[in-house]
């Protein structure tokens, strides 16, 4: 039996579309094997923040009963300001998620807190091996004057609304008498002349 030579121009096309289709597949099926979330941020005052992270292991054979989560902080222009701090024991649930409600503190300027996991097991952080495929969380933290001063006012009236409008009352006050003793220097030096 002869095959025709259109008949094996269109094999042939099939068979190349089919394989591209599926080195296109496999390339999307390339996934992080652990991914770090930040699922909400809420500003406490000028030196820290609480932020609720979601660690999900893709590849669970990454996970083991020494395994914690934790962060570092970084200057803007990627310096270590300090690499060491708590870290958080991860119990996966059924899932392999892990959910962590985190305050990140001591943080003197403008800073970049990237999130981490530790095997203290095998010895090794995740961010520095770069065999394991993931995608981990950053956040960017600006500060100014402005932005600090009033993220601290919002902070005080989530918190304590009556102690924030008793300050309120007494600064106003404040702010009375020290404008009526400018008034009264000035009318004294007016008349004392």
């Known amino acids: 039996m ?9 094999s042939l096309i099939i068979f190349m579309f089919f394989l591209f289709n599926m080195n296109k597949i496999s390339a999307e099926d390339v996934m992080n094997a652990v991914e770090i979330q930040v699922i909400n941020k809420d500003k406490i005052n000028s030196q820290k923040f609480n932020v609720i992270v ?28 300090k690499f060491e701090n708590e870290r958080y024991h991860m119990t996966l649930d059924d899932n392999n998620d892990f959910i962590q ?37 950053e956040i960017k933290q600006e500060r100014n004057m402005l932005t600090t001063a009033l993220n ?38 007016r008349n004392g002349k």
């Open 101 to 137: 409600n985190i305050v990140v503190d001591n943080i003197d300027d403008s800073c970049i807190v990237k999130f981490d996991i530790v095997d203290q097991k095998n010895i090794f952080w995740f961010l520095g091996n770069e065999n394991i495929e993931k995608e981990f969380a």
């Open 152 to 189: 601290n006012i919002l902070y005080s009236i989530k918190e304590d609304i009556f102690l924030f409008l008793v300050n309120l009352l007494f600064f106003i006050m404040t702010i009375i008498i020290l404008l009526s003793i400018k008034k009264e220097l000035s009318a004294f030096k």
């Open 2 to 10: 002869k095959i025709e030579p259109k008949f094996k121009i269109l």
């Open 54 to 81: 979601k660690v999900h292991f893709y590849d669970v054979s990454l996970y083991n009963e020494e395994v914690y989560l934790s962060y570092h902080i970084y200057d803007l222009s990627g310096n270590v300001v």
